[in-house]
C-alpha cells in the first residue's frame, strides 16, 4: 500500500513541477522529493545534508543543499525541522510565495 501511495504523490508532484505549481516539503518531506530525484535540480534544505544522504545513499542533491530554515526556489520550498522559527519562516515563505503567483496573474 505504501508504494502505491508513493507512486502517486510522485505522479502529482511530477504533475506540480512540470505545470509551475508550488511544493512545500518540510523535514522527512524532503527525503521523498530526494528520492525522486526532485531535489537534484532546485535550492532546497533539510534536517541536515548528512540526514538526507544517509536517508537516501543515492541523494544527487548535495551542490543544491542550503543549510538555512527555510530555501524557496522557483515553485519548490523546503524547510528543515531545527529550531523554533523554522515554521513560521516556512510559512512566511509559502504565504510568501502565493502572494507573488496572485500577483502576478
Do not use: W
Not at 14 to 40: E, H, K, P, V
Not at 57 to 84: C, F, H, M, W
Amino acid at each position: 500500500m505504501e508504494g502505491r501511495r508513493n507512486h502517486q504523490v510522485k505522479k502529482l508532484a511530477n504533475f506540480c513541477f512540470g505545470n509551475n505549481i508550488s511544493i512545500a516539503a518540510l523535514c522527512d518531506a524532503t527525503i521523498f522529493l530526494g528520492n525522486y530525484r526532485f531535489l537534484d535540480q532546485h535550492k532546497h534544505t533539510g534536517n541536515s545534508l548528512s540526514y538526507l544522504k544517509a536517508e537516501d545513499p543515492d541523494y544527487r542533491g548535495a551542490k543544491k543543499y542550503i543549510n538555512e530554515q527555510s530555501v524557496s526556489d522557483g515553485s519548490l520550498l523546503t524547510a528543515n525541522r531545527s529550531g523554533l522559527s523554522s515554521p513560521l519562516t516556512f510559512s512566511f515563505d509559502i504565504s510568501y510565495s502565493f502572494f507573488l503567483k496572485i500577483r502576478n496573474h
